[in-house]
């Protein structure tokens, strides 16, 4: 291939952004004297120098990468370069396998928030902080990738921001180059995570906490530092700030961009998706919390819908936070529950599963079908608001849904053959591949993946790659008429 140098030398870039990243916790290491200070500084002495090295050889070729390249160049990044990132959890805990290791960063980076880890409220905070750093940048990277790749593919990115969304994206609103506007929705990201994080100290977390916590948030990642996750604090004030943020961060980042931009809630009047979100989302937390009341979960209608709210919007926003093991609530609440984790999201959001425009353009295609059934000669346009969406978009939609739910059919199958039960296998391929965290039964809220064997750990450990990086950027890779393009 003539892009290998060019994606060589691309990779060596990032490997060297992870070892900056390393270095950060090793500076925190040596503060706090927390035991993983060489860990760190093999971690980050190994991961630069590959990652030069890789630089170096490279330097000189040429910068332009084709389109298959720059596909090839996602996998690699978020397939390959995750091992770098592996070691300083395998160095500072000599007990943990590969493939477990493995597990946690991928799921750190595409923001699942699944673990194989206990004992989180001892690890050393050095180790703490690495898992929410690679949480938070695979947040902001989610962003960027769904801005910068996606359009080619016709599956979503920015091809349904600007050109289709009929909300508050148009083409005129976001800056013109993709560099720019990858720069606007960054800025976005952090100046959000900062008030985060102040407000989480402000409601009683210490900054290690707050700091964890909002990255956690942001991303929709929902790593914890204490195995209790949430529920650790027992804080109303505290649950209210993180349902807030994860709500903001399921909406769409060029919408929070407009928003400071125009220091107006206009923005997010005129995007279908927060509209579409919100309703399905607190609706529901409405509903589940009904539920609880009826089964006498809990001894007051505002417990359970406290409870509730919390949980139900940390599965449906794909982030993984717990207060309460909703394993135990009845089965239609908590099946609920991940199922809103395949549609509640916006597109350019830091979440996973379907999303939620795709969700809409389904729906109306849908009620479109059996209104053209009723009414065979008539021409009606599919809308989104004022907007019509092209026969192109529905097309790639329906492609990418259907290409979902056989890939999480077959994962569960292969998860059935591996000896796992119905609800265990399910659940972990639903939490997995919608980047949602816990699952029910033996991967619940209570446990985690580490009752898993090595071969079920591999097979969510895909699962998450395969979701987070909408499918179509791994499966295409696999088709020959890809390569001849």
Request: with cysteine; charged share 10%.
């Amino acid at each position: 291939m003539n892009s290998l140098p060019t994606i060589l030398h691309v990779f060596g870039v990032v490997t060297m952004g992870f070892s900056a990243l390393m270095a950060t916790c090793l500076l925190t290491s040596l503060a706090n004297d927390d035991g993983a200070t060489l860990a760190f500084f093999q971690g980050t002495s190994i991961t630069l120098l590959c990652g030069f090295l890789i630089f170096f050889v490279t330097k000189d070729v040429p910068q332009k990468i084709s389109q298959q390249a720059g596909f090839l160049l996602v996998t690699l990044c978020w397939s390959l370069a995750s091992v770098f990132c592996t070691l300083p959890l395998l160095l500072s805990l000599p007990e943990l396998k590969f493939i477990d290791a493995y597990f946690e960063v991928i799921s750190a980076l595409t923001t699942t928030g699944a673990t194989v880890l206990s004992d989180l409220d001892h690890l050393p905070m050095s180790v703490n902080l690495w898992r929410h750093e690679l949480t938070w940048f695979g947040g902001i990277g989610i962003i960027v990738f769904a801005v910068a790749v996606l359009p080619i593919l016709g599956v979503g990115g920015m091809q349904l921001l600007k050109s289709e969304s009929p909300g508050s994206v148009k083409e005129s609103d976001l800056p013109p180059r993709i560099t720019q506007v990858a720069k606007a929705l960054w800025g976005a990201y952090v100046v959000i995570t900062i008030v985060c994080i102040l407000s989480l100290r402000l409601v009683g977390m210490d900054w290690f906490d707050a700091i964890c916590h909002a990255f956690a948030a942001m991303s929709l990642g929902g790593f914890s530092t204490h195995d209790k996750s949430v529920g650790y604090f027992n804080s109303v004030p505290i649950e209210m700030v993180l349902t807030i943020f994860q709500l903001l961060s399921a909406m769409n980042f060029a919408t929070h961009y407009l928003a400071l931009k125009k220091r107006s809630f206009t923005p997010y009047r005129k995007d279908v998706e927060v509209l579409g979100m919100l309703t399905v989302v607190l609706g529901s937390c409405v509903l589940v919390a009904g539920v609880l009341w009826h089964n006498n979960t809990y001894p007051s209608f505002w417990t359970c819908l406290r409870h509730a709210t919390f949980n139900l919007v940390t599965v449906a926003t794909t982030s993984g936070f717990t207060t309460q093991d909703f394993n135990l609530w009845p089965i239609f609440a908590s099946m609920w529950m991940l199922f809103l984790s395949s549609i509640s999201v916006s597109t350019g959001s830091t979440g996973g599963g379907i999303r939620m425009i795709r969700t809409i353009i389904l729906m109306k295609q849908a009620r479109l079908e059996m209104f053209k059934f009723i009414h065979p000669y008539a021409v009606k346009p599919l809308k989104i608001g004022r907007t019509v969406v092209s026969e192109s978009i529905v097309t790639s939609v329906t492609g990418f849904i259907f290409l979902y739910f056989m890939c999480i059919v077959f994962l569960v199958f292969t998860l059935l053959f591996s000896g796992l039960d119905f609800i265990t296998a399910f659940t972990a391929i639903i939490a997995c591949f919608n980047n949602a965290g816990p699952g029910l039964n033996l991967v619940g809220p209570a446990s985690n993946y580490s009752i898993l064997n090595d071969f079920q750990t591999g097979i969510c450990t895909f699962a998450m790659l395969l979701g987070r990086i909408q499918i179509f950027s791994i499966v295409i890779l696999f088709i020959p008429e890809f390569w001849k393009k």
